[in-house]
């Protein structure tokens, strides 16, 4: 199939893959047949006069027109576009296209020799950098990346702990605290709960960054910027930190639910987000729900874990019955073969050796409360 791009014309892409490959002269598109081969998430483009006869057959696009022309539709229908043009050419073509660093793709340019991989646009967020080592990697060519705390091998604040799926409560303070980093400004770091092994680099942590075994010390030193990692509600006290801090949320709550049949959505939700706010722990550091096999097809539960995109997983009686729990009841044997539901999912699942909140009875709702903790 060839795209015919024409000026003001709108493009649809059905776009399979996370990655587009661009290519518009003889030797760029060589490369970039090399790159579709061996790089399966990738979808390829370049112009039809380089035609080779196969491209139906390995699902090639083709198109005439400026190439200009068909950024737009790769804009808003991939992950990251691979581009092998000049890369004069193609900070001229997207400049127009250019919304925000956390919706942009990632852009990563190549020379018609492949001798250079350079990261362009959304190096962080995007994957742009780490696209850029692969490619270069496999090419064997020289990545070319220019983002302050990848040249420093410090931590990227706006990056950090996506890997074990942290989030931020609020990304309003980033760049600040970015530019402190960077910048080896003091900076501290708080952390209470999810993964410790964040330090990727063999160099020792630089002085600027301090870790700290409570806020007190923290705030005593009064440091330009702060890196918090909690599953908390902070206190007054502790968001002065926050004046030029960022808040990352773990994935460490592990919710055991159990309920009548047919509760819906809106009660569990109504007991789960009442019982973490009395809790002071924040939603967003929910991991996973858990119950028993019985409701696995429970709708009010599928509906809730799908609204937050939180996994749900069930455990068998005998799965349940292997964890030991204090209050283990007859009542509920009877009818679901478990001596508890709640309490021993959530134990389960999050390993822990006791629960934060051991059981809590709300109207058709059962919810007990774990912590993944981390050494």
Known sequence: MTLHLQEGKQIELNSSKPFAVVAITKHGVELARHLHATFQQTDLFYMSKFEQ??????????????????????????????????????VRMIAPLLKDKKTDPAVVVIDDKGKHVISVLSGHLGGANELTRELADHLKATPVITTA????????????GQKFGWVWESSEKLTPVSAAVVNEEPVAI???????????YKKPLPNSLTVYKTFDEAIAAKPNAALIISHRILTEKEEELLQNGVLYRPKVIVLGIGCNRGTSMEEIEAVILSTLEELRFSVKSVKDVCSITL???????????????????????????????????DTVYKFTGAYG???????????????????????????????????
């Not at 809730?304 to 729990?325: D, G, H, M, R």
């Open 295 to 329: 409701k696995q097809d429970e709708a009010g539960i599928l509906a809730l874990a799908q609204k937050y995109q939180w996994p749900f997983t069930c455990y068998s009686p005998e799965q349940l019955n292997s964890v030991k729990i204090k209050n283990p009841s």
């Open 341 to 375: 539901v709640s309490e021993p999912a959530a134990l389960l699942h999050s390993g822990a050796d006791s629960l934060i909140l051991t059981k809590k009875k709300s109207g058709n709702v059962t919810l007990s409360v774990a912590l993944i903790t981390h050494s």
């Open 190 to 200: 708080i952390q209470e709960s999810g993964e410790r092994n964040w330090w990727n």
């Open 53 to 90: 006869g196969d491209e139906d057959q390995r699902r090639i696009q083709l198109f005439e027109g400026n190439v200009r022309m068909l950024l737009p539709a790769l804009f808003s229908s991939y992950k990251g576009i691979i581009v092998i043009i000049s890369l004069g050419a193609v």
């Open 149 to 160: 705390s990848d040249v420093q091998q410090t931590i990227p604040v706006d990056l950090f």
